[in-house]
């Protein structure tokens, strides 16, 4: 029986579009499969070597922490109930860079826990799951498995986050995916809203709205994908309404080892990072961009990333560009040396914040 849930959930489409389509079959352990009941076992393990040298702050650091994803383990589960097949996932992503900040208290981020119900009709799934606004943006990311811009100094990476893209907020949710239909899948979803307006009388009298939609063909061998998401939630209080909106978009061809990617978002009223309880002030627009080529040649896959964030709302403007070439030792094994040169400026003042550029050399274990 094939392990639905597994397929569908985040950290699958993250390692799938990473490793190609063969990474389905080698994405998770299986410990039990008798009389329709499944029970399987997923993991990824990185980390890498990172020296930075920060050009404003005039200092340079050495580190050993953990990519863009962080180090997650996964439990599925699978039950065939007549024409119904009921499903479960639950990850937990824990972070290796607190190792001198706090030795024995390392944080566990549980970012999936959540059932799904499917059938002829598509899918259900309800629980926390990631978002639908930036999904696709993200999980095609051709630097997902390595480092991508910095965070703090000693903190976690970035990735392309604030510099092409915002993240999808693992968030509680009722979302229905349609069955594929001729490579037109369509998902929808009600989601918790976030408090962007604290203060007396906040109130968000309806639900976050997300929804995606994806298209994927095969033209006389180029293989295509193109997507469209997006979100709108409101949130008031006793004197300001905040209403908050984006939409995310972008293509990918890839023909024999060639691969091109082009992605996008633009917000109102959305902070282009991510979005969270008090964290709005105004309904300002932001917008961004992302392009990658790739070239695969028998078990290396090399990268040129370029990606940028404007944010009227953040007050900032950024830019990232990542060289980055990925080793298959196999299947389970990959290996990772990156260079990214980031700059980050405050937009009403053009004074330069970051200028930072960063060499990352890792090692990936996954199953």
């Given at each position: 029986m094939k392990n639905n849930n597994f397929r569908k959930s985040g950290l699958a489409i993250a390692m799938m579009a990473a490793m190609g389509a063969s990474a389905g079959a080698n994405a998770a352990i299986e410990l039990y499969n008798e009389d329709g009941t499944s029970f399987s076992v997923d993991g990824y393990f990185n980390a890498f070597y990172v020296n930075r040298d920060d050009k404003v702050a005039d200092v340079r650091n050495s580190d050993v922490k953990m990519g863009f994803l962080p180090n997650t383990i996964g439990f599925n589960f699978s039950k065939e109930m007549g024409d119904l097949t009921l499903g479960g996932r639950s990850s937990f992503w824990s972070t290796i860079n607190d190792s001198l900040q706090s030795p024995t208290d390392t944080a566990i981020d549980v970012r999936q826990l959540y059932a799904t119900v499917d059938g002829a009709f598509g899918q259900v799934l309800i629980g926390k799951d990631f978002g639908l606004y930036a999904r696709s943006n993200i999980f095609l990311d051709e630097i997902l498995m390595g480092f991508g811009s910095p965070g703090a100094a000693t903190g976690v990476s970035f990735g392309n986050i604030r510099t092409g893209y915002p993240y999808p907020n693992p968030s509680a949710q009722i979302t229905y995916r349609t069955p594929d239909m001729g490579g037109l899948n369509v998902a929808a979803g009600i989601f918790e809203p976030a408090n962007t307006t604290p203060g007396a009388q906040s109130?968000?009298?309806?639900?976050?709205?997300?929804?995606?939609?994806t298209y994927s063909a095969d033209l006389n061998g180029v293989a295509l994908t193109g997507w469209v998401n997006g979100r709108h939630q409101s949130s008031e209080n006793a004197t300001t309404k905040i209403d908050s909106q984006g939409v995310g978009y972008g293509v990918k061809a890839a023909v024999a080892g060639l691969s091109l990617t082009a992605s996008g978002f633009t917000s109102k009223?959305?902070?282009?990072?991510?979005?969270?309880?008090?964290?709005?002030?105004?309904?300002?627009?932001?917008?961004?961009?992302?392009?990658?080529a790739s070239y695969t040649l028998g078990a290396n896959r090399f990268v040129l990333s370029y990606g940028e964030t404007d944010s009227d709302q953040g007050n900032f403007e950024t830019e990232n560009m990542s060289v980055a070439v990925f080793h298959d030792v196999n299947s389970n094994f990959k290996l990772v040396a990156e260079y990214n040169m980031f700059e980050q400026e405050t937009k009403s003042t053009g004074v330069k914040t970051a200028d930072a550029n960063t060499l990352a050399l890792g090692a990936v274990v996954m199953f």
């Open positions: 109130e968000q009298s309806a639900p976050r709205f997300e929804a995606e939609v009223g959305d902070v282009p990072v991510l979005i969270t309880d008090g964290a709005l002030a105004s309904e300002e627009d932001a917008d961004g961009y992302l392009v990658q």
